[in-house]
């Protein structure tokens, strides 16, 4: 099962976002 996968990225994400803003996530994904 892939869920706590997803939503431990869910999180990590969302902590990104938290610390740098979320145009940081758009530039660390590619």
């Known amino acids: 099962m892939q869920d706590g ?3 431990a990225l869910d999180t990590a994400l969302a902590q990104i976002e938290k ?3 979320k145009g940081s996530v758009m530039l660390l994904g590619q």
Do not use: S
């Open 5 to 7: 996968k997803q939503k």
């Open 19 to 21: 610390q740098f803003g």
